[in-house]
């Protein structure tokens, strides 16, 4: 049995599909995105909680729970790990500092299964797309099928220098437990404070109120990628508002097409005062 883990559920639909009829093959989709918030949970405290709450933090107004389950699923694959022999596992790595974090946190709790931890690791190595053309994915949900298949002689053990540089590398980062962790080149990644991405979303705000939604695709715009996901940029700007920067209007509680913002205007009263 191959268990192939992978980031989130555009990356893994490819997966899923070249795997499908193989019986012997099992994709597991991390839903967490372990580049952003904390990834150091304090004595006694469960590592999916600290999640959930981070997210939960993120999203107040969210009315179902949110519940996290990658560690527990991860164990359990451990656990048939020890018992099994023949049982190994695959991650799909792309140059992304959510991949690249994931890589980290699964390296603690497989790498304990000698020669069975594999990395599929995409960085910088050409594919060919759907009209046979060359390119350089930035993420595994780029990749066809066909693809997918190729990638498989990509397939590799973690070596034991890689662990022992590797799991240190995941022990400073745990020690630092910044907010925001962004890609340095390679494998290498940068701690970045929790207001890095703000100055990008306050050059897309005028005078004028507009989505923050639009706000958001504007900053990210088409080169410059924001790796964070739209739900931690809405979160900023209900930030920016809640400590003046930016005035906010609408249920600033729900998603990011739920509210508008504008940059923040003293009026005449406020201004009377000063």
């Not at 004595?43 to 560690?71: C, H, T, V, Y």
């Not at 991405?197 to 695709?217: E, G, P, R, V």
């Not at 790796?227 to 990011?256: F, H, M």
Request: glycine share 4%; proline share 3%.
């Amino acid at each position: 049995m191959i268990y192939h883990f992978v980031v989130g559920d555009l990356a893994a639909k490819p997966l899923l599909a070249a795997f499908a009829d193989q019986e012997d093959a099992s994709v597991i989709v991390l839903k967490d995105i372990l580049n952003i918030g904390p990834i150091t949970k304090e004595e006694g405290q469960n590592f999916s909680d600290m999640r959930a709450a981070f997210w939960q933090e993120i999203l107040p107004n969210e009315k179902q729970e949110i519940i996290l389950d990658d560690m527990e699923r991860l164990l359990d694959i451990s656990k048939k790990m020890y018992e099994d022999d023949s049982i190994v596992a695959w991650f799909w790595i792309a140059p992304l500092p959510a991949d690249v974090c994931a890589y980290y946190w699964l390296l603690y709790y497989l790498s304990k299964h000698s020669g069975r931890f594999m990395v599929v690791n995409i960085a910088g190595l050409p594919f060919l797309n759907d009209l046979g053309k060359l390119y350089f994915p930035k993420s595994i949900a780029e990749l066809s099928t066909k693809e997918i298949v190729k990638a498989t002689k990509l397939a590799r053990p973690v070596t034991a220098s890689e662990i022992e540089v590797d799991l240190y590398e995941w022990k400073q980062l745990q020690a630092h437990n910044a907010a925001i962790r962004t890609m340095a080149g390679g494998k290498l990644i940068k701690n970045q404070a929790v207001d890095f991405y703000d100055n990008q979303l306050l050059a897309q705000c005028s005078n004028s109120f507009q989505k923050s939604q639009k706000i958001i695709q504007a900053a990210i715009g088409k080169e410059n990628i924001i790796p964070t996901g739209d739900l931690y940029l809405a979160w900023r700007l209900r930030e920016l508002a809640a400590i003046g920067t930016l005035q906010i209007q609408g249920e600033n509680g729900k998603s990011s097409k739920d509210f508008e913002v504008k940059l923040y205007e003293a009026s005449s009263t406020e201004e009377e005062s000063l």
